[in-house]
């Protein structure tokens, strides 16, 4: 089965920027959809941003303009580049793969710390 492994994440204070990667062990190509989600603590988990099969994006609006998903088939890599970066992204970050009928596979996440 495909592993989902992340990294990127760590402390950066806020205005600043980091670029999460999401390395798949097998090919993504032909999964529906691929996608970063976040949970802070005490919140439930929320969907940042998510790339589908064709290319298409999607945002959460609190992201939206600052955040930028994109996929490299060829490496099995999903990224998500975060600027302006403010304490209230501060969360877990985790990477998913929406496989259509077979369950979501899910990475072990990725700690962001965004300091006032």
């Known amino acids: 089965q495909v592993q989902l492994v992340e990294s990127g994440g760590g402390l950066v204070q806020a205005g600043g920027s980091l670029r999460l990667s999401c390395a798949a062990s097998?090919?993504?190509?032909?999964?529906?959809?691929m996608g970063w989600y976040r949970q802070a603590p005490g919140k439930q988990r929320e969907l940042v941003a998510r790339?589908?099969?064709?290319?298409?994006?999607n945002y959460a609006n609190s992201v939206k303009g600052r955040f930028t998903i994109s996929r490299d088939n060829a490496k099995n890599t999903v990224y998500l580049q975060m600027n302006s970066l403010k304490p209230e992204d501060t969360a877990v970050y985790y990477c998913?793969?929406?496989?259509?009928?077979?369950?979501?596979?899910w990475g072990q996440g990725t700690q962001v710390t965004v300091s006032s």
């Open positions: 998913n793969a929406d496989r259509g009928w077979l369950s979501d596979l």
């Open positions: 790339i589908m099969r064709g290319g298409n994006t």
């Open positions: 097998g090919s993504i190509f032909n999964f529906n959809a």
